[in-house]
């Protein structure tokens, strides 16, 4: 059984950066391409990017092109979010998700496993 879980999500003022982790077991990780999504109050839930398996495709969404890296380390089972340049309109809970596919996924749907999410709070 697939598990994930978020780390590193907290308050932080605008202008500012995080790094979430997302920590992967129950199957082999390298064989699964990893996203990255976020959902705020009342807003449909948003892709962010998305990395397969060895690394070699990485697609970021438009709102966050330029500020945010994902990259994953494969010996750690654990898949990161760099966020830099931290805006108020960033504030949502962010989550992980996983699928055993080599295509760079963007719509949530078609992912098959979860983490339960890590809440990301900008302040101005």
């Known amino acids: 059984q697939v598990q994930l879980v978020e780390s590193g999500g907290g308050l932080v003022q605008a202008g500012g950066s995080l790094r979430l982790s997302c920590a992967f077991s129950?199957?082999?990780?390298?064989?699964?391409?990893m996203g990255w999504f976020r959902q705020a109050p009342g807003k449909e839930r948003e892709f962010l990017a998305v990395?397969?398996?060895?690394?070699?495709?990485?697609v970021y969404g438009d709102s966050v092109k330029g500020r945010f890296t994902i990259s994953r380390d494969n010996a750690k089972n654990t898949v990161y979010l760099q966020m830099n340049s931290l805006k108020p309109e960033d504030t949502a809970v962010y989550s992980c998700?996983?699928?055993?596919?080599?295509?760079?996924?963007?719509?949530?749907?078609?992912?098959?496993?979860w983490g339960q999410g890590t809440q990301v709070t900008v302040s101005s």
């Open positions: 129950g199957s082999t990780f390298s064989t699964f391409t």
């Open positions: 990395i397969t398996r060895g690394g070699g495709m990485i």
């Open positions: 998700a996983a699928s055993p596919t080599t295509l760079p996924l963007r719509s949530p749907t078609t992912y098959d496993y």
